[in-house]
């Protein structure tokens, strides 16, 4: 058993925390302790170090060492650039069958939050199980406790195993991210998951199924498959990434393929997509404020407050975001927070790279 | 004619950028120019700069120098703390009658904001005019356009001269900060003014008008004549300023005297006593935004924004003030900025100097 932590995301939305050089998974937004560092903590109880590999680009690799100085070069799968999760896939089952031809393969984001570990340890176990045992994509699905918009959502069929109290379905379908009233249907039906992201196969399956709905994707894989651990691979990897689209496994893969399954569980999980979502995760006082860092509020309510170094001081204001880090200063009303996106459009179009 | 400045005023209320060592006065708050160099800059057509005195505490001298570097110690007059205005006041025209037995004393505070400059300087001389001929105390009172209950009022009786539109009248009472239904029975009263805390009077005039209703501190006064110049003045100072009571020139004096007139006048005058006040002052986008310094807004309306240094970025937000200076920041709402006093108050209990 492999995981493969998809690490390559570049979050605007945590700005000014998430800079270009310092994206959302290296930031200690919960505790002392960076998302991915907390991805990893979560799967090293079952998925011994050496069978954790990265995948991220070049700039992040300091980031990555720097949390992780155990490293080694074994650990690490360079992209010289995102192309969205089917290449880093593509990319990372190359890189394990290389190793291991049986090697079943965990794919999961570095940014996520699990509050109920036991339970996600249990259920990647269970995939494990079922990858190996049917050639089958697993993906693990969220029991939805609210019409989020936000997600994606798997339909299930029947189910086809459990094991302590965690089932598994097959899958009927993939719903995009719904609007409000379509939501609401979605958790009204009781047969829709939100789509978590993660993911469990063996190597030799999902590249097959690459075969099957993204054959030239297939076709560049295999090339520098040819080529691993020679002075051509870096140039070949190079021509590849540039060649390829950009697309999404959900889209690309699992929303086409037949053998598709889907733990249902309940796991605390969120992705935690912006500011508002980081405020709902974290502990509050009585007046329903978080303050992490050199905060102070005054008759204020409903405010999430975040200070590495100066002071900041709410005076009689109601749910905001208010983030200071580096050089920049964050107001944010909660409802806006999605927003951040644009601000950070912005500042890019006007070239203010000191903020970004 | 001689203008005395009262600068020694502490301002809580423009936290963060009002600190214990650099109140309001001495900060830019509208352009380039610190308040008080508004205030000196106001009266130089009129009063030449040897005949302009300041009086505040020798903490805050050297920030005088720094911001006027042309002054001599002729032009200061130090308490070595502050007991209000009277006593200031009575200190003043004590010097100033050392140098001029015939000094006509205009009293300004250092922190206010005047937009009609040429009606104010014209009110001063009609000032100094009736008061050089009725030995009387003039004050300087402010046509009411709202119903504020920030400032005290002055009722007016029946004129006794006018000159270029400015009329002078004798005053009927003084009233305090008036709740706000007062306020508006005030307003619609129409012989209501806001007193303005400026006043003109000879210096020998308010001497004897302490001399009636505050006379240990004339008696106190009377001894510091006698050794102004001599090494004993410090020492006698010291003691005047640890024994006299803190008092209003207001209450003290103005409220009780019998010779006291108003100049009636619209000056586009605000006494700036708080962050919202400087919002409404402040030139605003279409939004209604004011911004100085860094800052930048997305879908906000109806904020302040000033920032020295960082980058401050409003998002989603409405009718916010918010302040970053030096290692601080603050966020307000619009309502709540008389609370900074508050917060200011709360740094001091729990000894936050870094902040104060």
Redesign the interface.
Known sequence: MYAVIMAGGTGTRFW?RSRERKPKQFLAIFGNKTLIQLTVDRIRPIIPDQNILFVLNPQQKPLLLEQFPQLTEENIILEPFGKNTAPAIGLAAVHLLARDENAVMVALPADHIILKEQVFRKALQIGAKIAGEHDGLITIGITPDRPATGYGYIQHNEKIYEEDGIPVHKVKTFAEKPNYETAVRFLRSGDFLWNSGMFIWRASVILDEIRKYLPEMYTGLMQLREVIGTDRYAAELETFYRQIRSISIDYGVMEKAQKVFVIKCDLGWSDVGSWDEVYKLSDKDKQGNAITGNG?V??SKNCYVF?E?????????EN?I?V?SD???????Q??AQ??R??VD?LKRKN?Q??L
């Open positions: 000014p102070l005054l008759k200070s170094d100066d002071l900041v001081a709410l005076v009689g204001v905001l208010v200071k050089n920049a200063i964050l107001v944010c009303s409802e806006h927003d951040i644009e601000l912005y203010m000191d903020y």
